[in-house]
C-alpha cells in the first residue's frame, strides 16, 4: 500500500481540519492505520490509531474527546477529524500502515510497515 496524506493547513486556537489518508493498493482493508505527529525538535509521536475494521480505535490522552479517527474501506481512505485545535497540536501529521487484521493497538512508529508523505497542521493562538 501507498499512502498519500492531505488536509493539513492554519487554524486559529478551537478551529477544525480534517485530515485525509488515501491509500493505493490491494491492502488498505487489511490493515491497521494510524496517525502521528512530529513537532520541531520532537521525536515521531502517536496521535490516533484505528483497527483493520474500524471496531477498534486508540487516541493518546492529549487529543482524546477532540479528535476522531475513522476509515472508509470502500474509498481505501482514512480520516482524521481535529477540532478544539491547540496550538500545541502544531506538527506535521504523518499516517501510517500496518499489515494485519488484528485487535490491538499498536502506538510505536516501528510497528508500521508504511508511511505517507505527512502534511502540515499550523494552531495559532
Known amino acids: 500500500v501507498q499512502l498519500q496524506a492531505s488536509g493539513g493547513g492554519t487554524v486559529q486556537a478551537g478551529g477544525s481540519l480534517r485530515l485525509s489518508c488515501a491509500a493505493s493498493?490491494?491492502?488498505?482493508?487489511?490493515?491497521?492505520m494510524a496517525w502521528f505527529r512530529q513537532a520541531p525538535g520532537n521525536g515521531r509521536e502517536f496521535v490516533a490509531g484505528?483497527?483493520?475494521?474500524?471496531?477498534?480505535?486508540d487516541y493518546v490522552d492529549s487529543v482524546k474527546g477532540r479528535f476522531t479517527i475513522s476509515r472508509d474501506n470502500v474509498k481505501s481512505t482514512m480520516y482524521l477529524q481535529m477540532n478544539s485545535l491547540e496550538p500545541e497540536d502544531t506538527a506535521v501529521y504523518y499516517c501510517?500502515?500496518?499489515?494485519?487484521?488484528?485487535?490491538?493497538?499498536?502506538?510505536?512508529?516501528?510497528?508500521?510497515?508504511?508511511w505517507g508523505q505527512g502534511t502540515q497542521v499550523t494552531v495559532s493562538s
Open positions: 484505528i483497527n483493520f475494521n474500524g471496531i477498534i480505535t
Open positions: 501510517a500502515a500496518r499489515t494485519g487484521k488484528t485487535y490491538n493497538f499498536f502506538r510505536r512508529a516501528a510497528d508500521y510497515e508504511t
Open positions: 493498493g490491494r491492502t488498505f482493508g487489511s490493515s491497521h
